[in-house]
């Protein structure tokens, strides 16, 4: 089981930045990937960016060069800098954790942080 407590967000104006942090308690050892989707108002829950255990990030093409993910020394603790803000970033970010247990893999969820863009 792994628990995910994410912080920031807020409001910003457009070219802002803001800063969203998630930790992760409990069987944190058993983490093999941990990232940030969001869900924009009558939209899907889309990918935004990720981190393996072995430090590899990745980004959805929307933020590549505008966010930077990273993780805490611990490494139970992941950021998500997002820089040069647009109104079409404006989400709930949900923070994500993918363990693997007993070769089970299981999708932990945050209970997310409103991010709105606006001026």
């Known amino acids: 089981q792994v628990d995910l407590v994410e912080s920031g967000g807020g409001l910003v104006q457009p070219g802002g930045s803001l800063r969203l942090s998630c ?3 409990g069987n944190i050892f ?3 990937s941990m990232g940030w989707y969001r869900q924009a108002p009558g939209k899907q829950r889309e990918w935004v960016a990720d981190i393996t255990s072995g430090g ?3 980004y959805a093409d929307s933020v ?7 993780r ?4 139970n603790i992941v950021s998500l800098q997002m820089n040069s803000l647009k109104p079409e970033d404006t989400a709930v970010y ?5 363990d693997l247990v007993a070769a089970i893999s299981t999708n932990y969820w945050g209970q997310g942080t409103q991010v709105t863009v606006s001026s």
Do not use: D, E, H, L
Not at 72 to 75: M, P
Not at 94 to 98: D, F, H, P, R, W
């Open 56 to 58: 590899t990030t990745n």
């Open 94 to 98: 949900y923070c994500n954790a993918v």
């Open 30 to 32: 058993s983490i093999r």
């Open 72 to 75: 805490a020394n611990a490494k």
């Open 23 to 25: 930790a992760a308690s």
């Open 64 to 70: 590549k060069g505008r966010f930077t993910i990273s």
